[in-house]
Every structure is written in structure tokens, then in C-alpha cells.
Nanobody, 120 residues
Framework: EVQFVESGGGLVQAGGSLRLSCTTS????????MGWFRQAPGKGREGVSC????????WYSDPVRGRVIISRDNAKNMVYLEMNNLKPEDTARYYC?????????????WGKGTLVTVSS
């Protein structure tokens, strides 16, 4: 069974940092594009970042580029998202997902998410 368990969310002040973790099972993370998307209250899904399976290339969305770093530990089957200089507009539920990573992130499976709240 394919599973994703996200953790690391919470309440943080603007300018603060968080590190999200994703524990996966049921598939090897190095065989798929892996990444994160988010969904703010009342809004649609928005890709945040992903790592390509084919060449390891990394994509970041414009709103987060320069403030987040995605990484993957193949041995532990985990994916991480380090977020710095957080802004109130980053408030959302963040989901770990697998899919196709290129000029954006096309999703195929994801977890239940972890909530990030950034206060001003």
C-alpha cells in the first residue's frame, strides 16, 4: 500500500522557519518524481517544489523560490521541505506527493498533509 505521512507543520511567526518531513512506504522514492504541494483555505492546490526522478532536477514555484529547499533521502524513503523566511501567505496545508516533476509538478498520489500557519 502506498502511504505518505507528513509531519513538521505548526504555528510560526513571519520570518521563521519550519522543516517538513514525509515518510513514505509502499514504493521507492527514487523511482518517482517526489515533491510538495499546498492548499490554502478556500483556494486550489498549488505546487511548491519537486525533484525529478529522471535527472534529479529540482523545480520551485515562483512564490517560494529562494526560501525553500527540497531534499530526498533514498535510503530512508523520505522527502523533506525546509522553509525559511516564512510569510503569512505561506499558510496552508502542505502535502507530500509523487508525480511527474518538470516545469511544474503533476500529481499522482499524496498524503493527508500537515498544517502550516504563519502569523504576522
Amino acid at each position: 500500500e502506498v502511504q505518505f505521512v507528513e509531519s513538521g507543520g505548526g504555528l510560526v511567526q513571519a520570518g521563521g522557519s519550519l522543516r517538513l518531513s514525509c515518510t513514505t512506504s509502499g514504493f521507492p522514492v527514487d523511482a518517482y518524481g517526489m515533491g510538495w504541494f499546498r492548499q490554502a483555505p478556500g483556494k486550489g492546490r498549488e505546487g511548491v517544489s519537486c525533484i525529478s526522478f529522471t535527472n534529479g532536477a529540482i523545480w520551485y514555484s515562483d512564490p517560494v523560490r529562494g526560501r525553500v529547499i527540497i531534499s530526498r533521502d533514498n535510503a530512508k524513503n523520505m522527502v523533506y521541505l525546509e522553509m525559511n523566511n516564512l510569510k503569512p501567505e505561506d499558510t496552508a496545508r502542505y502535502y507530500c506527493a509523487r508525480g511527474t516533476c518538470g516545469s511544474n509538478f503533476a500529481l499522482s498520489a499524496w498524503g493527508k498533509g500537515t498544517l502550516v500557519t504563519v502569523s504576522s
